[in-house]
Nanobody, 131 residues
Framework: QLQLVESGGGLVQPGGSLRLSCAASGFTLDYYAIGWFRQAPGKEREGVSC????????NYAGSAQGRFTISRDNAKNTVYLQMNSLKPEDTAVYYCAAKTPGVGVCHPAWPLPPPGVYSYWGQGTQVTVSS
């Protein structure tokens, strides 16, 4: 069974850090660009970041630029999202997703790929930033 599982969410104070993990089972992530999305209550799901299959390129939403870092370890079949300087507005459920090969581009010269080009999704992990 093809599955993505996120972990690492939790409650953190403003200014704090969290590292989210996205682990794959049932398939290898080597051939997939991976995206991180988030959805806050009452809001649409929005792209946060993506990383190419090789890890050679990455892109970030403006709200994440300079604070979040995406990385991947294909040997561990895992993608990470390091989140620093967290703000209350970062509170959301965070999802990782594997992008359909050949559809959409993960590159800083292009907009973040939309949710529709991602084939596999995790169940999400809650991030709450509050004092």
């Amino acid at each position: 069974q093809l599955q993505l599982v996120e972990s690492g969410g939790g409650l953190v104070q403003p200014g704090g850090s969290l590292r989210l993990s996205c682990a794959a089972s049932g398939f290898t992530l080597d051939y997939y660009a991976i995206g991180w999305f988030r959805q806050a209550p009452g809001k649409e799901r929005e792209g946060v970041s993506c990383i190419s299959s090789s890890g050679g390129s990455a892109n970030y939403a403006g709200s994440a630029q300079g604070r979040f870092t995406i990385s991947r370890d294909n040997a561990k079949n895992t993608v990470y999202l390091q989140m620093n300087s967290l703000k209350p507005e970062d509170t959301a459920v965070y999802y990782c997703a594997a992008k359909t090969p050949g559809v959409g581009v993960c590159h800083p010269a292009w907009p973040l790929p939309p949710p529709g080009v991602y084939s596999y999704w995790g169940q999400g992990t809650q991030v709450t930033v509050s004092s």
